[in-house]
């Protein structure tokens, strides 16, 4: 398993792009709150960190990460949003409901981000147990709110990048 490795959430500061200029939604799950408001927290810190302006954020909670794929439309159809972050936590049970409300949820934000055109990104933690997402939301392996706001500024960079009319499309 990679995150038994290393933590997850270390990445190159210097290479990833100004978020200056740059508008994010958030989308957070009350479920497992202690886990998702750490996974806010780091995703926050990072977007700060990089530049985005606090007046262009704009977090709204959701009751569970079922729901994140409706708070994330909703917030896609205002289309004031550069990339849209979605974080939850759905821990394994006794029964399998994990596993479809984990495909359920990432099918929803794909076809979403797809569809909208804008990048949903998928700040989801699927664990086994409560220790394993605490491990990730700030913990052994890092903090995955951390690697969603950086997915989320590579992706809307790109997306305006690639917008321009003299952009360069290749390596």
Known sequence: MASAIKNLSTYDENNLPSAVDLSFGIVVSDWNAEITHALYEGCLETLLKHGANE????TTQVPGAFE???GAKILAGSKRFDAIICLGCVIKGETQHDEFINH????GLVHLSIASGIPIIFGVLTTFTEEQAQDRAGGIHGNKGIEAASTAIRMAVLRK???KPTSKIGY
């Not at 007046?55 to 704009?58: A, G, L, T, V």
């Not at 359920?104 to 099918?107: D, E, I, L, Q």
């Open 68 to 70: 994140l794929p409706v």
């Open 104 to 107: 359920a949820v990432a099918n």
């Open 55 to 58: 007046e262009n954020i704009r």
């Open 161 to 163: 990048e690639i917008a």
